[in-house]
């Protein structure tokens, strides 16, 4: 039920968005420059790896040395807007077409966390990544990371049709209200480094 659930609800998505993606794609090219998608390998169900998509929300602003600038430096007014509403993420619909994500679930982080989980945390590959999650619509970037995987394992033990339908609406609410969108003194989060 939850792959032809998230099937239905992608297509009537696309079919309803094309409109707004194909704003959003014009716009990004326009202020901040191509590839107008940002492309990265994230760790999938049983930490599988495959190429995660969104819209970009940074410059290649580079310093005199040629290496790229902090995130907060390179992030723009647009940038930000784009995270703070999630209109960045629309792209992840394609990786739920394709089964590499789901519409609910924990989201995919980096492939250098892995090694860093425990045995607790690494639960949260036990489903497949979502474009929302338990934890986004419970804090987002502005909890910490052990209380993040406490609901990512949480979602995984208690995951159902109707929970999802739950976080899509509060998702949506969150959007609204532009909730936790970054960690403290953060672009987004901090970095995860283990558990020590």
């Known amino acids: 039920m939850k792959r032809l659930f998230d099937l239905l609800v992608s297509l009537v998505a696309l079919a ?7 704003a959003l794609y014009v716009l990004v090219a326009v202020k901040l420059g191509r590839p107008v998608l940002f492309s990265q390998v994230r760790p999938g ?9 969104k819209f970009r929300t940074m410059t290649d602003a580079r310093d005199s040395d040629g290496e790229l600038l902090p995130d907060a430096q390179r992030i723009t007014p647009f940038g930000q807007f784009l995270r703070s509403t999630s ?12 089964g590499e994500m789901s519409l609910v679930g924990p989201r995919p982080l980096l492939m ?13 590959h036990e489903t497949p990544p979502g474009i929302t999650g338990w934890a986004q619509v419970n804090g987002r ?11 990512d394992v949480w979602y995984v033990e208690h995951q159902s049709l109707l929970l999802d339908i739950r976080i899509l609406w ?3 609410l969150r959007v609204v209200q532009r909730d936790g969108i970054s960690g403290q ?10 558990n020590s």
């Open 16 to 22: 309803l968005l094309w409109p707004v993606l194909l």
């Open 45 to 53: 169900k049983h930490g599988r790896p495959f190429r995660m998509y």
């Open 87 to 98: 209109l960045d993420e629309l792209p992840e619909l394609w990786n739920v077409l394709k």
């Open 112 to 124: 250098e966390y892995l090694p860093l989980y425990s045995e607790y945390q690494r639960r949260r």
């Open 141 to 151: 970037n502005a909890i910490s990371w052990q209380q993040k995987f406490n609901y």
């Open 170 to 172: 509060l998702t949506v």
């Open 185 to 194: 003194g953060e672009v987004t989060m901090s970095k995860f480094e283990g």
